[in-house]
C-alpha cells in the first residue's frame, strides 16, 4: 500500500483520533521488503519470536502452538528470524 | 490591587500563580531560576494549589507539561538557553499536539563560549516551532503577559502554546515597582482552561497518531492559519485587559512610541526598547524626530501593523540581540521583507550578544549612522 492509499487522518484539532481501531485500517504490512517465513516442522513452538515481534504480527497456532505470522501487520523486520533458537524462520525477498 | 517593588522574576512568579496552573514541571536554570524558586515557596507556603513536578531535565519538564495539558490540566514551565535547547524536539510535539503550554523565556547566550548572561538566541531559535513568542520589557509588562498569554493561548480558535521572554537578568534579576491584580479580576478575565479533547481512560482516544504525507501538511495549514488568527486575538485579549487592569502594551503585537512625525525610529525587542524610549526623549529634546516600534509579538509576526507604522520613515535601525550565523540578525530579515514596497530604508545593527551592555550611547550610535547614511548599513555595534 503507497502512502496515496493509506486512509487520510480525521481533521480535528491537534490530530486527534476520537475512535479506536485506526491502526487496525492501518496496514502495515506493506512496508515489508523482506518477510519471514516459518518452517512449522522444524518449529518449537518456545514462543520467543512471539515475544519479541515488536508489532505484534506473530500469533501461536491454536491447534498446534507454532508459530504463524500476520502479514498484513508484519513489516519484516527479521527479529524473529534473528531470535529463533533453532532457526526456522527465514527472511525471503518479497517479490511481486 | 497591591503596588510593590519586585524582581521581574517574582513577577512572572505571581503571573503564574494568579492564572492557577494545574502543573507546574520544572528545572532549573540560570537565569531563570528565581521564577522556580518562587513558585515552589508559593506551593510549599500553601499560597499555590498546584502539583509541582521536580523533572531530570528540560526535555522532561516539557513533556511533562504535555502530557498534564493532554490530561486537561493547564500547566506552565519556565526555562533558558540550553535548557530550551533541550527542549527543542518537544517544542514541535506541544504546538502540533495544540496543547496551549504557556513557558517563561529566561533569554540567554547559548554555549559555546560558555555564557549566562542575556541575548535572544535561544528563543530565536525556537522561532520555527509553533509557539506564539511574546516579549516584554519590564515586570510589569512580564506580569501583566502572562495572564493575556494564557488567555490567548488557550482561546479556542488558537489552541498554542506561547512563550513569555524576558531578558536574562537585565530583566529577570531587575527590582521594580509592580501592580498586583486581585485573583477575583484575574479570575473573571481568565475562566477555566477548557481543553478541546481530553485523555481519559473511560474515553479512550489517540493523541499524537502517525500523519502520512497525505495529512501532515493539512496540519501545519491549521496550525498556520491558528498563528494568523492569533493575530486578531491577541489584539481583543489586549484590549479587554485594558478595560479591566488599565494597562496595555501598544496594541499587544506592537508599541509605536513617537513615530507619528518620526523621520528615524528603532526596532527592537526586550529591555532594550525601554533605553531606547530614554534616548527618544532625549533626542526628541533636541529636536530630532526619532522613536521607537517595540515588537512585542514577534510570533506570529505582525506584518500588517509594522508596514503601517513604518512606511512614512525615512529610515529603520534594527536593534538585534541575535545573530543568524552566516545571514543577519532575524528581526531585520522579518523587517526587511515587510518594507519591500516601500521606502523605508532598513538598517541592521547586531548589539548585546551575550549580556553585552546595549547603553544608550550604543542605541544613539546606531541612530546616528542610520541618519546620516545614505546606503544600507549591516553592521555589528561592538562597544
Known amino acids: 500500500m503507497s502512502p496515496k492509499k493509506q486512509e487520510k487522518l480525521p481533521m480535528d484539532i491537534g490530530a486527534v483520533i476520537k475512535e479506536p481501531g485506526s491502526s487496525i485500517k492501518n496496514k502495515t504490512g506493506s512496508w515489508r521488503s523482506l518477510r519471514p517465513e516459518v518452517n512449522r516442522d522444524q518449529c518449537i513452538k518456545c514462543g520467543i519470536c512471539w515475544q519479541f515481534c515488536p508489532d505484534m504480527s506473530i500469533k501461536m497456532d491454536k491447534k498446534d502452538g507454532t508459530a504463524v505470522i500476520d502479514y498484513d501487520y508484519c513489516k519484516g523486520c527479521g527479529i524473529c528470524a534473528m531470535q529463533c533458537p533453532v532457526k526456522c524462520i527465514k527472511m525471503v525477498k518479497e517479490e511481486k | ?383
Not at chain 2, 9 to 37: F, R
Not at chain 2, 57 to 66: V, W, Y
Not at chain 2, 251 to 273: F, R, S, W
Not at chain 2, 327 to 334: D, M, T
Request: charged share 25%; proline share 5%; with cysteine.
Open chain 2, 1 to 383: 490591587m497591591i503596588k510593590k517593588v519586585i524582581e521581574a522574576s517574582e513577577a512572572v512568579a505571581i503571573g503564574a500563580k494568579l492564572c492557577k496552573p494545574d502543573v507546574i514541571a520544572v528545572y532549573p536554570i540560570t537565569p531563570q531560576t528565581h521564577i522556580p524558586e518562587k513558585i515552589a515557596n508559593f506551593v510549599y507556603d500553601g499560597k499555590m494549589d498546584c502539583e509541582l513536578v521536580d523533572v531530570e531535565s528540560e526535555h522532561s519538564a516539557l513533556s511533562a507539561c504535555q502530557g498534564a495539558q493532554a490530561a486537561g490540566a493547564r500547566t506552565f514551565t519556565a526555562t533558558a538557553s540550553q535548557g530550551l535547547a533541550l527542549m527543542h524536539e518537544v517544542l514541535f510535539a506541544t504546538s502540533g499536539l495544540r496543547l496551549p503550554v504557556v513557558m517563561a523565556v529566561a533569554n540567554r547566550a547559548l554555549s559555546a563560549p560558555i555564557n549566562i548572561w542575556n541575548d535572544h538566541q535561544d528563543s530565536i531559535s525556537a522561532r520555527d516551532s509553533g509557539w506564539i513568542q511574546f516579549y516584554v520589557e519590564s515586570a510589569q509588562e512580564a506580569l501583566d503577559t502572562m495572564i493575556m498569554a494564557f488567555k490567548v493561548a488557550e482561546n479556542k480558535d488558537i489552541m498554542l502554546p506561547a512563550m513569555v521572554c524576558l531578558d536574562g537578568f537585565t530583566l529577570t534579576h531587575v527590582y521594580e515597582p509592580a501592580q498586583i491584580p486581585e485573583q477575583k479580576e484575574v479570575d473573571s478575565f481568565l475562566p477555566p482552561y477548557k481543553p478541546l479533547f481530553t485523555l481519559d481512560p473511560k474515553k479512550p482516544l489517540t493523541m499524537g497518531p502517525i500523519g502520512y504525507p497525505n495529512s501532515y501538511m493539512d496540519f501545519k495549514l491549521q496550525q498556520q492559519q491558528a498563528m494568523q488568527k492569533a493575530l486578531t486575538v491577541i489584539k481583543q485579549v489586549q484590549q479587554e485587559f485594558l478595560k479591566r487592569f488599565k494597562r496595555t502594551y501598544g496594541n499587544g503585537l506592537i508599541e509605536a512610541y513617537k513615530t507619528k512625525d518620526a523621520d528615524i525610529a528603532v526596532v527592537a525587542m526586550g529591555t532594550i526598547c525601554s533605553t531606547t524610549k530614554d534616548v527618544v526623549d532625549e533626542l526628541r529634546k533636541k529636536g530630532r524626530k526619532v522613536g521607537l516600534i517595540k515588537i512585542k509579538t514577534f510570533r506570529p509576526f505582525p506584518e500588517a501593523d509594522i508596514l503601517d507604522a513604518t512606511k512614512n520613515l525615512k529610515a529603520i535601525a534594527v536593534l538585534d540581540r541575535n545573530i543568524s550565523l552566516g545571514q543577519e540578525g532575524a528581526v531585520y530579515s522579518e523587517i526587511k521583507a515587510v518594507l519591500k514596497d516601500c521606502k523605508t530604508r532598513a538598517d541592521s545593527y547586531i548589539v548585546g550578544l551575550g549580556g553585552r551592555d546595549v547603553t544608550p550611547n550604543t542605541i544613539k550610535t546606531a541612530i546616528d549612522k542610520t541618519s546620516k547614511s545614505k546606503n544600507p548599513i549591516k553592521e555589528w555595534l561592538m562597544q
